[in-house]
């Protein structure tokens, strides 16, 4: 895992890990970046698919009702193929143009 900090969000890149090994890496590791918006990058990596992803739906759904957001970044699948909890992005701007939206939605009160 490769943890990069911005103003906007914590990117976390998975480059060499498979999605089993990151996610139970990322499991361990989670209450250091409950308070962050986080990026999870797959951008890099090979043969995910959906069933990985779901995995992290928990964790998503926890984040989101600490007042967080939470991105993942796929260019392999579909981004309508997933719950609307769990949002998926090809791209690191997509991703953080949607941390911005919500950290604006939540200013608002929304």
Same mark, same amino acid.
């Given at each position: ?57 928990? +964790? /998503? ?5 600490? *007042?967080?957001? =939470?991105?993942?970044?796929? @260019? ?5 193929? &997933?719950?609307?909890?769990? +949002? /998926? ?5 997509? *991703?953080?143009? =949607?941390?911005?939206?919500? @950290? ?5 009160? &929304?």
């Amino acid at each position: 895992m490769i943890i990069e900090k911005t103003d906007i969000a914590t990117v976390i890149r998975n480059e060499k890990l498979s999605i089993l090994d990151f996610f139970s890496n990322f499991s361990k590791n989670y209450a250091k970046f409950k308070n962050e918006n986080l990026i999870l990058d797959f951008s890099k990596s090979k043969g995910v698919d959906k069933e990985n992803i779901l995995l992290f739906l928990p +964790i /998503v759904k926890q984040h989101k009702n600490n *007042g967080r957001s =939470i991105v993942i970044i796929l @260019n392999e699948i579909e981004a309508d193929n &997933f719950p609307d909890e769990i +949002i /998926v992005v090809p791209t690191l701007v997509e *991703g953080i143009d =949607i941390i911005e939206m919500e @950290n604006i939605e939540r200013d608002l009160g &929304f």
